[in-house]
């Protein structure tokens, strides 16, 4: 039989096959990869992965996924408001078109979610849309979209083959809002690669700057523990005046360190030598950065994102509920207590390895595919 030909669709994924390119990329970005990855070392399966106009080669292969890249026209034309997110879009159809996958994947709530439906149901391919994190499904994210977007979206939506989910909230969401029944398949790591745990010297902190991360939470916890070691990794979101803030008022804590770029491939070193990873954030879905903690044996720290109850239920660590005060006992906690650091870290590296194991995660995929390719 020939291979089942997937196309994944997101347009920051070139970012993380390319890590020299300095580019700003989150942890669906990170998912593409790893699952783009592992299906291309099974020869029953073609992968690509459509990413936006980065400068790259029209076509390109990169550790056995073939990359192809939208056009978006000169750069004067895509500054041209309207007009240039319409060439982008004929783009990203002409590009689909072309590569004709028998599948087509979709990743986050934007615009696109409706554009690779549409193109899917113009041919009678199946499609299928990755939920990333809580807010694409329980309204958040249309309140605060264009019109236009929203509408896209709510399309792409109402026409996906098939939509996965990340976590039980996510599901409940989308069955209430959309009357849509998802399927859960868990987030992916390469939970079988974990560093050796020495030589642990710091609190780790990774996410963008963009106002939902509440990045400004780090540095009062810095403040409040100026006898420990923190390191942020720090990209910068759409809006760069965070990133910038941030890494200014940081410059009066002599006890954190602010990354503002960190390729994916060396990110592991970070969390080898972390004691702690803390999170911040108001919301997520199941964020990468959990599971690359758990790999490493760190224990989490919340404010308050708690997937499936990973820290509260799990014991992988623990969450505030969304006070700070709570939030930093637990991370107090976490140095002090010797036995409650050790059973989180076990319990952490034991769910992980149970349950996102890139190698599972991307054969649960597979049955999907051959069950929607039919």
């Known amino acids: 039989m020939p291979p089942i030909r997937v196309c994944f669709v997101l347009l920051r994924a070139y970012a993380v096959f390319r ?3 300095k580019a700003r990329f989150g942890g669906a970005e990170v998912q593409v ?7 291309a070392k099974d020869p029953a399966f073609d992968v690509t992965v459509v990413s936006r106009d980065f400068g790259q080669p029209e076509e390109e292969w990169i550790e056995g996924v073939r990359q192809r890249k939208i056009s978006q026209g000169r750069p004067f034309v895509r500054g041209l408001g309207a007009i240039g997110k319409m060439r982008s879009a004929a783009g990203l159809l002409s590009t689909l078109k072309s590569v004709d996958a028998d599948i087509y994947v979709q990743r986050c709530a934007a615009v696109e979610t409706g554009l690779v439906a549409h193109a899917c149901r113009r041919a009678a391919k199946p499609f ?10 329980d309204g958040r994210f249309e309140k605060e979209t264009a019109f236009w977007i929203r509408t896209a979206y709510r399309y792409g939506l109402r026409n996906a083959s098939q939509i996965v989910c ?13 009357g849509k029944k998802g399927l859960s398949i868990p987030s992916a790591c390469e939970a079988t690669q974990r560093a050796a745990a020495h030589g642990r010297d710091s609190i780790l902190w990774v996410s963008r700057a963009i106002p939902r991360k509440r990045p400004e939470l780090l540095l009062e916890l810095a403040a409040a523990l100026p006898n420990e070691h923190f390191v942020a990794v720090l990209p910068s979101g759409p809006d760069k005046s965070l990133q910038q803030d941030i890494l200014q008022r940081s410059k009066t804590l002599a006890n954190i360190e602010v990354l503002s770029h960190v390729p994916y491939r060396d990110i592991a070193s970070l969390f080898a030598r972390a004691k702690i990873f803390v999170c911040t954030s108001e919301y997520e879905g199941f964020p990468n950065t959990y599971l690359q903690a758990m790999q490493h044996a760190v ?5 308050c994102v708690d997937p499936n109850g990973v820290l509260s239920r799990e ?3 623990a969450t505030g509920a969304g006070d700070f005060q709570k939030f930093q006992a637990h991370v107090v906690r976490f140095l002090t207590d010797g036995d409650a650091h050790a059973t989180a870290a076990r319990a952490g590296l034991g769910y992980v390895r149970r349950n996102h194991d890139v190698a599972a995660v991307a054969e649960r995929y597979k049955a999907l595919f051959r069950d929607l390719v039919g």
């Open 19 to 21: 890590p020299e390119m």
């Open 315 to 317: 014991g992988a660590g």
């Open 299 to 303: 224990p989490i720290a919340s404010m």
């Open 128 to 137: 299928l849309h990755c939920v990333a994190c809580d807010p694409d499904v």
């Open 166 to 178: 990340q976590n039980a909230y996510q599901l409940q969401a989308l069955a209430e809002r959309f």
């Open 33 to 39: 990869y790893l699952l783009a990855r592992e299906l």
